[in-house]
């Protein structure tokens, strides 16, 4: 999925295009795209109306932007905390607790992604597809490097995805216990991972 | 979560509730809740305007009901499923087949559940919660009989929603491959759970 925005590159235009997008994440967290118009987003960005049309020809192409934008910061972020480990545990370990330390900061990140489904379902397909292909390469690196079990990597990518996204909707949307111990949190479904959940010895 | 609607008696008056609700559900899916009108609702349900409003105060009332119905849904499908096997292995199984496989049927199950986030962030909050809670019993149930390890289990059954929603999203919106095979989607789901994913032993 690319964009089809170009990015300003002068230092008022930045600012306005940054002041465009801020607002935009803000009204769509909080009334919903369908109910969001541009005349919200330019009012709450403080320009004239028709400022907005420099930077985006549409109010659903500041939208795939901002999924575009959002979905490079997860990757980056994860990014950053992965690569400084050399294990795939380790690597899993810190990509989990990078994603939900990350949703902590932007709790907007789930509303807007997955609003995406309502807005062009295209979007939200995109979306995991390509999250799950880049997973699938670094899975596929361990079982290489004899890391992790020749396992259906491409099954384990939506496995892993499901863990880490509802974990972090646990801690965003506060539901349930704990979810001030986001340490706790990771450690539980690194136990699961590396262990498995069952007694496979008959206790006695 | 309970639903303020009572649902009616007669046939005939069974006959309108659920062709009203049916049009809800399919217009929810493709054109979202908040543009579906009330209107829309009974010209497709083939009913006069007003009639509407013997059965539901609100397109919000019709809403949660909705909701609430899908979730007794889900969950006496899973029972059906769950409560004729013994052990907690088979049984989270079956659960998790049971469900995929019911999303399959029921390709609108996750839009209208999910779409809740952008109508009433509370209901979807207590839809998950409530829905953990239960998983949560049978959990504690199946560690009381050492079947599964004393690990966290409110934490364990985040984990698993989150697997058995993103797999039956795999499933559903036909991400990547394999989505017609699910008894191999289940076989691996089981497979990680079980074994655990890394190898612990080093590779020679």
């Known amino acids: 999925m690319e964009s089809m925005i170009k990015e ?4 008022n235009a930045i600012n306005t295009f940054h002041a465009i997008m801020d607002a935009a994440e803000e009204l769509f967290y909080k009334n919903g795209y369908h109910k969001t118009t541009v ?4 009012q709450r960005a403080g320009i004239a109306a028709g400022t907005f049309y420099l930077y985006f020809p549409s109010k659903l192409s500041l939208y795939k932007h901002l999924l575009i ?6 990757r980056r972020e994860i990014a950053a905390h992965v690569s400084v480990k050399t294990t ?3 690597k899993e370990r810190e990509g ?24 062009d379902r295209e979007l939200f397909r995109d979306y995991y597809v390509s999250f ?21 990597t491409e099954i384990v990518s939506y496995i892993l995805m499901g863990i880490t996204n509802f974990i972090g909707l646990k801690v965003v949307l506060d539901l349930g216990n704990q979810n001030n111990d986001v340490d706790h949190l990771v450690d539980v479904v690194m136990d699961l991972i590396k262990h498995g959940l069952f007694i ?5």
């Open 8 to 11: 300003p590159t002068t230092r």
């Open 39 to 42: 005349n919200n987003i330019t």
């Open 69 to 74: 934008q959002m979905s490079h910061d997860i």
């Open 88 to 90: 795939r545990f380790e």
């Open 96 to 119: 989990i607790k990078a994603f939900i330390n990350l949703a902590r900061r932007r709790p907007h990140m789930y509303n807007i992604i997955w609003e995406s489904l309502y807005i």
């Open 132 to 152: 799950a292909k880049r997973y699938v390469r670094g899975l596929d690196e361990a079982v290489k490097h004899g890391e992790i079990r020749a396992i259906d």
């Open 200 to 204: 496979t010895t008959p206790s006695t």
